[in-house]
């Protein structure tokens, strides 16, 4: 099975070593898309962007069946056209679309969320997440709908599809109709409330005629490659989805369900 959102030293945000990456993923019996951080016209300039010429040209000895080179593009209403660009002229395997910045402002950090409560902060994420993907139409998968839980600054940080449902629904909406897939993020995985709240969302998705997901750990470290992959497939079992993932990108079911 691939773990499809991984960084490495490349990404602005990870010390990890492809080679050591490598060693753990074999044994851990996975494969791997690389997915360098790709978010450009970071407020801190030059932070979370990379040469993707030197990228593929350190890394290409490394790929193969189970190593597989692609990106997370950080998706922003400011830099659509280069994002694209670099989708277009980059061999990538894969390209996630992922929403870090709400209006300029990083919700890793306290900065987004103060002066706003947790519904006026969580409708922004969303309504800045629905925008990007009707504009971001050369992605392959939409990463972490549930990022923000991991870092606001709220004492209950969960999602709960009814209380967005409207907004989550256009978001799916558009992802199905643009034959888009969603990533299953593993990340909270280990949290039985945070796979309780998710479930929903996965649920709807395939209502509303969704098919296909991605799964991938966010690993920036070597411990967390693949973590929480069982309670993953048990979650595209439960909401009846099938687990892909893509090389040069063309999707691809995985065998092991
Ligand atoms: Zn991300
Ligand atoms: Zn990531």
Same mark, same amino acid.
């Given at each position: 099975?691939?773990?499809?959102? /991984?960084? !490495?030293?490349?990404?602005? &945000? @990870?010390?990890?070593? #492809?080679?050591?990456?490598?060693?753990? +993923? $074999?044994?851990?019996?996975?494969?791997?898309?690389?997915?360098?951080?790709?978010?450009?016209?970071?407020?801190?300039?030059?932070?979370?962007?990379?040469?993707?010429?030197?990228?593929?040209?350190?890394?290409?000895?490394?790929?193969?069946?189970?190593?597989?080179?692609?990106?997370?593009?950080?998706?922003?209403?400011?830099?659509?056209?280069?994002?694209?660009?670099?989708?277009?002229?980059?061999?990538?395997?894969?390209?996630?679309?992922?929403?870090?910045?709400?209006?300029?402002?990083?919700?890793?950090?306290?900065?987004?969320?103060?002066?706003?409560?947790?519904?006026?902060?969580?409708?922004?994420?969303?309504?800045?997440?629905?925008?990007? /993907?009707? !504009?971001?139409?050369?992605? &392959? @998968?939409?990463?972490? #709908?549930?990022?923000?839980?991991?870092? +606001? $600054?709220?004492?209950?940080?969960?999602?709960?599809?009814?209380?967005?449902?409207?907004?989550?629904?256009?978001?799916?909406?558009?992802?199905?109709?643009?034959?888009?897939?969603?990533?299953?993020?593993?990340?909270?995985?280990?949290?039985?409330?945070?796979?309780?709240?998710?479930?929903?969302?996965?649920?709807?998705?395939?209502?509303?005629?969704?098919?296909?997901?991605?799964?991938?750990?966010?690993?920036?470290?070597?411990?967390?490659?693949?973590?929480?992959?069982?309670?993953?497939?048990?979650?595209?079992?439960?909401?009846?989805?099938?687990?892909?993932?893509?090389?040069?990108?063309?999707?691809?079911?995985?065998?092991?369900?």
């Amino acid at each position: 099975m691939f773990d499809t959102h /991984i960084h !490495t030293k490349i990404s602005s &945000d @990870s010390k990890m070593e #492809i080679e050591d990456a490598i060693k753990c +993923a $074999k044994s851990r019996n996975i494969s791997m898309i690389i997915t360098e951080h790709m978010d450009l016209k970071f407020p801190k300039e030059g932070l979370f962007c990379f040469d993707a010429a030197q990228y593929f040209e350190e890394y290409d000895k490394y790929r193969g069946e189970d190593l597989l080179l692609g990106v997370e593009i950080g998706m922003k209403k400011d830099c659509i056209q280069e994002s694209k660009k670099v989708a277009k002229n980059n061999p990538f395997d894969y390209i996630i679309g992922s929403v870090h910045l709400v209006n300029n402002l990083d919700i890793y950090y306290e900065e987004y969320y103060k002066g706003k409560n947790k519904r006026e902060a969580y409708e922004k994420y969303f309504m800045s997440m629905l925008e990007s /993907i009707k !504009t971001y139409d050369f992605i &392959d @998968s939409m990463g972490h #709908i549930d990022y923000i839980s991991r870092y +606001a $600054k709220y004492e209950d940080k969960e999602i709960y599809y009814e209380e967005y449902s409207d907004i989550i629904d256009e978001i799916l909406k558009v992802l199905i109709n643009t034959d888009k897939c969603m990533e299953l993020n593993t990340r909270r995985l280990n949290d039985e409330n945070a796979v309780k709240n998710i479930i929903p969302i996965y649920k709807r998705f395939r209502e509303l005629g969704g098919q296909n997901i991605t799964i991938g750990s966010d690993a920036h470290n070597t411990l967390s490659i693949g973590s929480n992959f069982n309670a993953a497939k048990d979650i595209a079992k439960l909401c009846d989805l099938k687990i892909v993932y893509f090389k040069e990108r063309k999707k691809e079911y995985e065998k092991d369900q």
